[in-house]
Structures are given as C-alpha cells and as structure tokens.
C-alpha cells in the first residue's frame, strides 16, 4: 500500500517563474491538504481540496491555488515566484469525516533564486 | 486564530535520559491535538488525543492531554540516539480532517 507521494523531491526556479508540484493521496483517502514549512518552523496550512474544490483556505496570497482530479491526486501551484517562497512544500492526506490521522508526504523542497 | 506554542524549542540530551516535551494550545472548537516526529522531511505520525488524561503509549512514548488546562505533554523514556528528531504538535478543529495548525516544533538531540 503506497503512502502519501509527491513530486518533485526538489526544486530551483528563478524569481517570478510558475511552479506546480503533484500529490498522490494515500490509498483511501479522499482529501489532500498543502502545507509549506520555511525553515525552523512548523508547517502552516495552505489549503485543502475535498471533492474536487478548495473547502478550506490559510492565510496564503492568491498567487497559491489547486486542483484536485477525480483520482483525489493534487496540484499545487504557485505564481509570481518570490525567494520567501522558498520553502519544504508538505502534501497530507486524510479520509474526509473519519476523525483519524492526515500522512504526510516527504515533501517537495522549492529554492526561488 | 489557532494557535500552538511548543517548549522547549531545543533540547540537548544524553542517552538514557527521560525527557518531557511540551505543547499548549488555542483553537475554536477543538477536535484533537496529534504529536508527529520530523527526522528528514516527513512528519510521521506519533499519537492522537482527543480526551483528556487518558495517556496513549508507544513503546518508550507515551503522550497525555489535559483539555481544561489546554495543554499536552510527550514523554520519552530512555532516550536513545535515533529519537534526535523534531517533534511537532498540531491541532485540529471540528469538521476539518488534517486541517492542522501547528507548533514551532521541538528539536531533539540525543548525545550517546
């Protein structure tokens, strides 16, 4: 049973560039949320798709948006690069309702020079 | 808004030792407080609480939550060099699968 995956492990784009980095939810599970980690901190919540929409939103621009396909895989993409974007780009999965613990992914690390 | 503050942020510890990690919260409508270890990249799952003084045990970690009090402490016993890893505590409101806000993190080093 494959986990959470996600791809690309890594990353280097250039200032103001597009990125898009993919998830692969955990067999089951119908959600993914994006996190982004900076360094020396915790994850903070991006957003989370469930059904194919965007039902909850963090404190993000909105230069940050998603997808979700029918097969629960994930988008992340990111517009107008910033180097503060810089950032270990975390995928969890999770079963919509069931109370029980998200997976993480090992994460996609981004570097914006 | 949410939020999770950890303590200590950093901890230096010899093989062997018991250590006590701390997390105290704020969050509207709260679901569960969940405990992670981040070695590499991953956080993977540690403990997930949901009631208060009920202690769940892993091996040599146990974790316990006191929702009066609004805070969750992490044990572990006879440390060992592969425990050097950051531990995150996270909490998640009602009605939100894996919406999670999380602490800082504390970072754990285990010397032999």
């Known amino acids: 049973d494959a986990g959470v995956t996600q791809s690309p492990t890594h990353l280097i784009k250039t200032r103001g560039q597009q990125v898009t980095l993919r998830c692969s939810p955990k067999?089951?599970?119908?959600?993914v949320s994006w996190y982004q980690q900076a360094l020396g901190q915790g994850p903070q919540f991006i957003f989370q798709?469930?059904?194919?929409?965007?039902?909850q939103r963090g404190n993000f621009p909105d230069r940050f948006s998603g997808h979700q396909f029918p097969n629960y895989s994930s988008e992340l993409n990111v517009n107008a690069l910033l180097l503060g974007d810089s950032a270990l780009y975390l995928c969890?999965?999770?079963?919509?309702?069931?109370?029980?613990?998200?997976?993480f992914g090992q994460g996609t690390r981004l570097t914006v020079v | 808004e949410d939020k999770v503050v950890q303590s200590p942020l950093s901890l230096v510890v010899h093989e062997g030792d018991t250590v006590t990690l701390n997390c105290s919260y704020e969050?509207?409508?709260?679901?569960?407080l969940l405990w992670y270890k981040q070695e590499k990249k991953a956080p993977t799952f540690l403990f997930m609480l949901?009631?208060?003084?009920i202690e769940k045990k892993s091996g040599r970690l146990s974790s316990i939550l006191d929702k009066k009090e609004l805070f969750s402490i992490l044990n572990i016993t006879a440390t060992q060099t592969g425990d050097s890893a950051i531990y995150l505590c996270?909490?998640?409101?009602?009605?939100?699968?894996?919406?999670?806000?999380f602490g800082t993190g504390t970072r754990l080093q285990v010397t032999l």
């Open positions: 969890a999965s999770s079963l919509q309702g069931a109370g029980t613990e998200a997976f």
């Open positions: 067999s089951g599970h119908d959600t």
């Open positions: 798709y469930y059904e194919e929409e965007e039902r």
């Open positions: 969050v509207t409508n709260f679901r569960s």
């Open positions: 949901t009631s208060s003084g």
């Open positions: 996270a909490v998640s409101p009602t009605g939100t699968a894996s919406k999670l806000t």
